[in-house]
């Protein structure tokens, strides 16, 4: 089976630009189309947070739209760019939204995989953060079935990944969502958005990763102190595969390249 991630979309409103440089919608539609074209195509697809750039009711109405292409189930995940009512209002078919209100956190039953999303959102604040409520919403739902393999998508990641600017707001109580994570041995994988990069590292015991943004990217910068900026590099997006034994994670681009071409010609291998 496999898992779609998309990740941080920022849908503005028709005619105006997400930091004044950029249309998001397109980089949305393309990566809808890329999706929708897949063979095989993925099971569900989960986008992780930042869904839209200002958690307003028309930005929710354009993103709505612009995903409504996507011939799979999707499932809609918190980032601190949006609003949790606004969201709810815009999708009152989506009934797992309200599964834990106030929160948006919910179980995904994606065949032979559980996909736990968790709300990591402070309104206002640009970092992550867990509280008592979400901790134990996470520790129930990854020992409601422990021979299973699970995935955990979160906006916010709980680790540093040396892009300063974004480092800096940290994640409250990241130890204790680590702690928690450690004693769960069917978590496969922790997967996040909000850094607009793929980066990957072990954590808690298991292997935690970030995604690129479908549309704009965080410039990659590991100097101390530097601001964050962001680059117009290739976006992208993650597909999870589960063979029965292993997740891998692939990052995929947008953008399809040319090919593919034969390694090798009637039976040659090409120089």
């Known amino acids: 089976m ?3 991630q998309i990740s941080d979309l920022h849908v503005k409103e028709d005619g105006r630009l997400a930091y004044g440089v950029l249309d998001t919608a397109p980089y949305v539609r393309r990566v809808v189309a890329r999706i929708a074209a897949l063979d095989p195509p993925p099971d569900v697809v989960v986008a992780s947070g930042d869904l839209v750039d200002g ?47 106030p929160y948006v956190q919910y179980v995904v039953d994606a065949g032979d995989v559980r996909v736990v999303v968790t709300d990591t959102t402070t309104p206002g604040e640009h970092g992550g953060a867990m509280d008592d409520a979400r901790l134990a919403y996470v520790d129930r739902a990854l020992a409601e079935e422990p021979s299973r393999a699970t995935m955990l998508v979160l906006h916010h990641a709980p680790f540093a990944t040396g892009i300063a600017g974004m480092d800096a707001p ?12 450690r004693r769960h041995a069917n978590v496969e994988r922790v997967t996040c958005g909000h850094l607009h990069r793929p980066i990957v590292t072990r954590w808690a015991g298991t292997v935690a990763m970030t995604v690129p943004s479908v549309a704009h990217q965080v410039t990659l910068d590991l100097r101390p102190g530097v601001p964050e900026t962001f680059s117009l590099e290739p976006p992208g997006f993650a597909l999870h595969r589960w063979d029965g034994r292993t997740l891998v994670s692939h990052v995929v681009p947008v953008d399809v390249a040319d090919g593919p071409y034969p390694f090798r010609s009637d039976g040659a291998l090409i120089d």
């Not at 739209?65 to 969201?87: I, K, Q, S, T, V």
């Not at 940290?170 to 994570?181: E, M, P, Q, T």
């Open 170 to 181: 940290g994640f409250a109580r990241a130890d204790d969502l680590a702690a928690i994570v």
């Open 55 to 101: 958690g307003r009711p028309r930005e929710y109405a354009r993103l709505r739209e612009l995903l409504a292409l996507l011939p799979m189930p999707y499932y809609l995940a918190m980032g601190n760019h949006d609003a949790r009512d606004a969201l709810r209002d815009a999708f009152p078919d989506h009934a797992y939204l309200r599964d834990a209100v």
């Open 2 to 4: 496999i898992v779609a």
